[in-house]
T-cell receptor
């Protein structure tokens, strides 16, 4: 199956700092999503971005499908940005499932 | 629109028992998927249903089963529970087309503890 690698595994930031999270995947995809898992376990949709660039407030994401990677940018980080960020992909073979990376744990300190 | 709902939110069971978890998708969504999250294995796909048909199943033993009803609600069942089944079980639904490229939306999860 498709492999998804996220880096770095852990990130500690000072409030106000900017950061970049990376997601590499091993095959062509027709779905790529970024999620933030809240402390209660729910996955919150951040971006649906199989290709291109999107922005939502302080967050933005870019997927370069031809090079098989996606980046999630967090600007002016706040303590509420803390948590685990997951990248998930579905391959072109259309097997109706998302394959998740191991996640990046972000800690923002005041 | 209401989001994906899952019941119960928390569950404690004993080894050897069975458990049934329920998921109601977003209104109009016909595809429902189930995932298991554990600290050791991360997020793993269990199965996916569309129009009451299982279209894909992950690498889990036969003790894990599921079904989907005509109103798109889904249940998953785990029989003969083992300690290793302790996990957060997440349900996701996707938009009407039910294609592999659909955006998926997740429910709050059911946290199962097996003692």
């Amino acid at each position: 199956g498709i492999q998804v690698e996220q880096s770095p595994p852990d990130l500690i930031l000072q409030e106000g700092a900017n950061s970049t999270l990376r997601c590499n995947f091993s095959d062509s995809v027709n779905n790529l999503q970024w999620f933030h898992q809240n402390p209660w376990g729910q996955l919150i949709n951040l971006f649906y971005i199989p290709s291109g660039t999107k922005q939502n407030g302080r967050l933005s994401a870019t997927t370069v499908a031809t090079e098989r990677y996606s980046l999630l940018y967090i600007s002016s980080s706040q303590t509420t940005d803390s948590g685990v960020y997951f990248c998930a992909v579905a391959p072109l073979s259309n097997d109706y499932k998302l394959s998740f990376g191991a996640g990046t744990t972000v800690t923002v300190r005041a | 629109k209401a989001g994906v709902t899952q019941t119960p939110r928390y569950l404690i069971k004993t080894r050897g028992q069975q458990v049934t978890l329920s998921c109601s998708p977003i209104s109009g969504h016909r595809s429902v998927s189930w995932y298991q999250q554990t600290p050791g294995q991360g997020l793993q796909f269990l199965f996916e249903y569309f129009s009451e048909t299982q279209r894909n199943k992950g690498n889990f033993p036969g003790r894990f089963s599921g079904r989907q009803f005509s109103n798109s609600r889904s249940e998953m069942n785990v029989s003969t529970l083992e300690l290793g089944d302790s996990a957060l079980y997440l349900c996701a639904s996707s938009v009407l087309r039910g294609q592999g490229d659909d955006e998926q939306y997740f429910g709050p999860g059911t946290r199962l503890t097996v003692t």
